[in-house]
């Protein structure tokens, strides 16, 4: 079992910044890719981005130049830094761990999830 915990979310004007942190316990962490999801209301569940094992990491096109995740093993925490809000990236922000899903959104485990608000 791996637990995740989401922090960081909250209000912030377009063209803002947050930084999301997701804090891992359970088995060895270092072992599990972990992917940000988010999810708006009425809208499905969508892929934001991914570090693998190896520290490899994975955007869309919607975030890509704007997000940038990272991994701290050490601490057994990944961070999503966003940059450059939009209102359009209003959502609740879940973290994922899976050892081998990368983009998709097949994870095993998944945090309570954080919400991000955008104003225009």
């Known amino acids: 079992q791996v637990q995740l915990r989401e922090s960081g979310g909250g209000l912030v004007q377009a063209g803002g910044s947050l930084r999301l942190s997701c804090l891992a316990s359970?088995?060895?962490?270092?072992?599990?890719?972990v992917g940000w999801f988010r999810q708006a209301p009425g809208k499905e569940r969508e892929f934001v981005a991914t570090i693998s094992r190896s520290g490899a990491t994975f955007y869309p096109y919607s975030v890509k130049g704007r997000f940038t995740i990272s991994r701290d093993n050490a601490e057994n925490t990944v961070y999503l830094q966003m940059n450059s809000l939009k209102p359009e990236d209003t959502a609740a922000y879940y973290c994922?761990?899976?050892?081998?899903?990368?983009?998709?959104?097949?994870?095993?485990?998944w945090g309570q999830g954080t919400q991000v608000t955008v104003s225009s």
């Open positions: 994922a761990a899976d050892a081998a899903t990368l983009t998709n959104i097949n994870y095993a485990y």
């Open positions: 359970g088995r060895t962490f270092t072992n599990y890719n």
